[in-house]
């Protein structure tokens, strides 16, 4: 039930930052949960190494969706 949560956070994680970041992302359903899901890992450690966040907590909606706004942004410069 938690990978089925997690696979569920980080569609609706990976739709918000899509539809924020400004220009079209040609992607699927799986790549956006992808992004979502690897965003919650961005601001997760982004976050403990801005000491926001200490060790083992995880990332918030917030963070988690400005960590998947920066993965949009590495993937629309590498394509």
Do not use: D, E, K
Request: charged content about 5%; proline content about 3%; cysteine-free.
């Amino acid at each position: 039930m938690t990978l089925l949560t997690t696979i569920v956070i980080g569609f609706v994680v990976g739709l918000i930052a899509r539809a924020l970041m400004p220009g079209r992302q040609g992607m699927g359903i799986i790549l956006t949960t992808l992004i979502g899901m690897g965003g919650a890992v961005v601001g997760s450690y982004g976050g403990q190494l801005l000491g926001l966040y200490g060790p083992g907590q995880t990332a918030g909606w917030i963070a988690s969706v400005i960590g998947a706004m920066i993965l949009l942004w590495i993937y629309a410069v590498l394509r």
